[in-house]
C-alpha cells in the first residue's frame, strides 16, 4: 500500500513533475527504427511522457525528434515534407532541421534573419539495437546509453517488438517484476497444451511450489530479484528478475534458451509503449525461437498495422472465452501479454489506486521496486542522482534461471549466469 502522495509521486511523468524529469535523465526507446525505415521517408508522430513529438529520418538517415508544431502559428509537423535534409511546414513552407533549428523561412525576404532565432524544440536521438532511443532530459546533463547486451549483439540475434498498452508504466513494471502471478494468470491446464509459451519456462510449468520466497538485492542499476521455490527435497529452482532503472525488467529463461526484456515507457499518464526484446547473446535466433518470443509479445492479437496496438483490448473483453476458461485455461484469454492486458489495464482504472491495496508475501518485488524509484526520485528532487544513467556500463547484465542445491549459495550459483557477454 502506497499512500495517495506516492502514488502520485510514482504515476505522473509528464513535464516538470519529478518523476517526469528523473525518467527525463535517461536515454529511453522512442520509437523502433523499422517505422523510420527511409531517408527522407514520411514523418510520424511520437507521443512520449505526455509530450506530443513528430519524428523523422533526414536525407543523410539521421533522425530528428521534434515537437509536435510549427513554430510560426501551431500547424502540425505530421503533415510536413521531409526533404533535403529537414522537414518542411506545408503551411507556409518554414523547414527545420533534425537539432530543430529553423533552417529556411521562404514566405520571409531573402535577407531576413529571422529563420537564425527560430528553434523546435528537439531530442538528440541515437539508434542501437534496432530502437531509436532519444534524450528528453537537460542538454547539459546528459546521460549515457545502458550497454544493454541485446543492443550489442548482431541484428540476427535478437527480436524486438512494441506494444502500446493502455494503463500506467508501473502496473506493467510491477506485473513483469511479479514472478508469483505466473503460476495463476499463465496457467494451463494441460501441460501437453502448454506448446510454444512453455518453452525456455519447462521448469516453471512442473514447479509445484506456487508461494516462491524472494530475496532483493539492491544493485548499481537498479534491483535483483531472486524467487526461490523448492523444487525436491535437495534442490532450490532458482527465477532471478533484474530491475533495472527507470522502468526495465529482464525475465528469466531457462538455460539454452533466449534471454528476455522489457521496457515500460510513459506514453502518457495513462498508456505506455511496452518493448519486448528477446536475444541469445552468442548465435542467431532459430525460426522456432522467434515463434516461441511471439507467443510471449501477442501473436495472438494480431497487430493492427502502424498502431502497435492489439485486437484484444478492454473494450471487447481481450476476448475471453469462459468455456475454454473451464477447460483448458486459467483466464479463458488467448495469448500471454493478453492475459497481462486484463489485469494490468484496470487495476482500479489506469492508474492504480495503491491506497486501497493489500499486499501479501509474495509482493515483496513490487514493494522493492516502488521504495527503489520512490528514492530515485526523492534523491533527483534534491539534486542526487541518478547515478546509474551515467553509468552505461551498469546495464551489462542478465537474468537467468536454473537448479541449484540447496546447499549453494545463491551468490555462487548465479555468478556467472548473470553477466553479459558483450
Ligand atoms: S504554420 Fe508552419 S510555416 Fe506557418
Ligand atoms: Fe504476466
Known sequence: MLSREENELLTRTGPGVPMGELFRRYWLPALLSEELPAADGPPIRVRLLGEDLVAFRDSVG???????????????????????????????????????????????????????????TAYPTREAGGVIWAYLGPPNEMSELPQLEWTRVPSSHRYVHKRRQACNY??????????????????????????????????????????????????????????????????????????????????????????????????????????TVAWHPDRPLTEAEVATIESWTGIYAEVVPGSYGTVATKANDYLVDRQRQRTESFTGIRGIREQDLAVQEDQWGPICDRTREHLGTTDAAVIAVRHRLLRAVRDAQRGQGPVEAYRGEAYRVRSAAFLLPQSTPIDDGARSALVASV
Open 170 to 275: 508501473l502496473q506493467n513494471v510491477e506485473g513483469e517484476v511479479d514472478s508469483a502471478h505466473v503460476s495463476f494468470l499463465h496457467r494451463q491446464f494441460n501441460p501437453g497444451q502448454l506448446g510454444r509459451m512453455a518453452r525456455g519456462q519447462a521448469l516453471l510449468g512442473q514447479a509445484t511450489d506456487r508461494a516462491p520466497v524472494f530475496v532483493v538485492n539492491e544493485t548499481e542499476y537498479g534491483l535483483r530479484i531472486s524467487a526461490r521455490r523448492t523444487w525436491n527435497d535437495e534442490t532450490h529452482y532458482w527465477r532471478i528478475t533484474q530491475f533495472l532503472m527507470p522502468s526495465y525488467t529482464m525475465i528469466p529463461a531457462e538455460p539454452v534458451f533466449p534471454i528476455s526484456f522489457t521496457a515500460a515507457i510513459p506514453l502518457d499518464d495513462e498508456n505506455l509503449w511496452g518493448y
Open 62 to 120: 539521421r533522425v530528428g525528434l521534434v515537437e509536435a508544431h510549427c513554430a510560426h502559428r501551431g500547424a502540425s509537423l505530421f503533415f510536413g515534407r521531409n526533404e533535403e535534409s529537414g522537414i518542411r511546414c506545408v503551411y507556409h513552407g518554414w523547414k527545420y532541421n533534425v537539432d530543430g533549428q529553423c533552417v529556411d523561412m521562404p514566405n520571409e525576404p531573402p535577407e531576413s534573419t529571422f529563420k537564425e532565432k527560430i528553434r523546435l
